[in-house]
């Protein structure tokens, strides 16, 4: 079935670096996402990677696909307090129309 | 600029009464969605549009109403048989066959009093 999981929370000291992990079940997804959502807004899509490349890397934040495993990963350089959201991984449904299935979401938090 | 936007931004109902929550775009996305989000939770999908005059089903459906009259709205109506409607709802939209994502509105909480 469509599933995607991720952990739900992540703590981090300002100017580390965090890794966010996903796991998904469609092996046959074209596109994997991520996306953040800062309290009480909507999701703002961070980057996306095609499920042909194995890294994907933009500014601080760098894309790692694993698709033996279907294990995707989120790294973020530095990690600063404005950083501090929920992340969302989600992977897009080979069946039907356009079609994302999201995870449930990793609360990042950002420490002194 | 383009982009989706959704008002109210804060709503409240009353038991018993149907509201409804509007979603507009004008990014010319063929698709429209409406989420439900729940604290901690994620995204559960209610209602889905790929063209005008033609909407479906999601998961949790039931207690809810849309239309998809104009390609550029697909407004969200939350009735009285849904019994637990205080959430936060998202509206987003895609362009047909590219692998852009989804846009998302800002989003309306409902809060039923």
């Known amino acids: 079935g469509e599933d995607v999981e991720q952990s739900l929370f992540l703590s981090v000291r300002e100017g580390d670096s965090s890794v966010i992990n996903c796991t998904y079940t469609d092996s046959s997804s074209t596109y994997l996402y991520w996306y953040k959502q800062e309290p009480g807004a909507g999701l703002q899509l961070l980057t996306y990677i095609f499920s042909n490349m194995d890294m994907k890397q933009d500014q601080r934040l760098t894309v790692l696909l694993n698709k033996k495993d279907k294990h995707l990963s989120l790294r973020i350089a530095d990690t600063q307090t404005g950083d501090s959201a929920i992340y969302f991984c989600a992977e897009s449904f080979s069946g039907g129309y356009n079609k994302l299935i999201f995870g449930a979401g990793t609360r990042l938090a950002v420490h002194p | 600029d383009g982009g989706i936007t959704q008002s109210p931004k804060y709503l409240f109902r009353k038991e018993g009464q149907n509201v409804t929550l509007s979603c507009e775009q004008n990014l010319n996305h063929d698709a429209m969605y409406w989420y439900r989000q729940d604290p901690g939770q994620g995204l559960r999908l209610i209602y889905y549009?790929?063209?005008?005059?033609?909407?479906q089903k999601g998961d949790i459906a039931e207690g809810y109403s849309v239309s998809r009259e104009k390609k550029e709205s697909f407004p969200l109506t939350v009735t009285s048989a849904q019994k637990n409607p205080t959430a936060f709802y998202l509206c987003?939209?895609?362009?047909?066959?590219?692998?852009?994502?989804?846009?998302f509105g800002s989003g309306t909480r409902l809060t039923v009093v």
């Open positions: 549009s790929q063209i005008v005059n033609d909407f």
């Open positions: 987003a939209s895609s362009k047909a066959g590219t692998g852009d994502g989804y846009t």
